[in-house]
């Protein structure tokens, strides 16, 4: 299937996901994750009018961005190495991965401006995700504030990948009401309003429960490329 017949079957989804709960679907912004296809196929979801991509490899957002360039905006969603913010820092226009004082730190030293990032979190406290502990994340939240070139627009957080609907909606809805918790503290360095959460599997649910960004890889531009 070809990226834009697959995004006529995605906005179809997000439309129904959407009425489903009274929402517009003006309030999602897919993210057309393209770390394991071409730089081609992330050039044909651009022409498709797919202006948010996503990375999770700093060497594939480098190659990437030569070729696309200001032409879409930018989205790191990857576990990121502090040592390679220097790379990506002037190239990104958002980072989805937050989860460390450290990260934090060389984010706030490397930036010449405040950059809008969601805080990770891992709601489901599987140990082969990443994210920091739900039960701290107001805390580190909190702490932010002492860097002033991180602003927390937004949390971010992965689903089980399992059959059990139940399960999923939970983890999404935890991230919900830890979002509006944030919200009411009024706090400077994080207005977090938005949701990062909700992949090809998962996005409807997502949605339900009050995703604003879904980050969709297989389901738009196929499954990995050479």
């Excluded at 039960?135 to 991180?150: C, G, R, S």
Aim: charged content about 30%.
């Amino acid at each position: 299937m070809s990226v834009a017949n697959n995004l006529v079957t995605i906005k179809q989804n997000i439309e129904q996901a959407c009425q489903k709960v009274h929402r517009s679907s003006d309030e999602v912004t897919i993210i057309g994750v393209t770390k394991y296809v071409t730089i081609e196929k992330a050039e044909e979801a651009v022409k498709q009018g797919i202006y948010h991509l996503g990375e999770n490899r700093t060497e594939g957002l480098l190659d990437k961005h030569k070729v696309i360039g200001d032409a879409a905006t930018w989205h790191f969603i990857g576990s990121l190495q502090s040592r390679k913010v220097k790379e990506i820092i002037d190239k990104v226009d958002y980072i989805h991965s937050i989860d460390r004082k450290s990260i934090v730190k060389e984010i706030n030293k490397r930036a010449s401006k405040p950059l809008d990032c969601f805080v990770q979190v891992n709601v489901s406290g599987e140990e082969s995700k990443h994210g920091i502990a739900l039960e701290e994340a107001e805390t580190f939240i909190n702490m932010i504030k002492d860097y002033p070139n991180i602003k927390v627009i937004g949390l971010m957080t992965m689903a089980p990948f399992v059959e059990d609907e139940r399960l999923v909606r939970n983890v999404f809805r935890t991230l919900r009401e830890l979002r509006d918790q944030i919200q009411k503290k009024e706090w400077d360095q994080a207005p977090c309003r938005y949701l990062s959460m909700g992949m090809s599997n998962d996005y409807q649910l997502a949605i339900e429960e009050g995703a604003t960004h879904i980050r969709i890889g297989t389901s738009l531009v196929g499954p990995y490329e050479e």
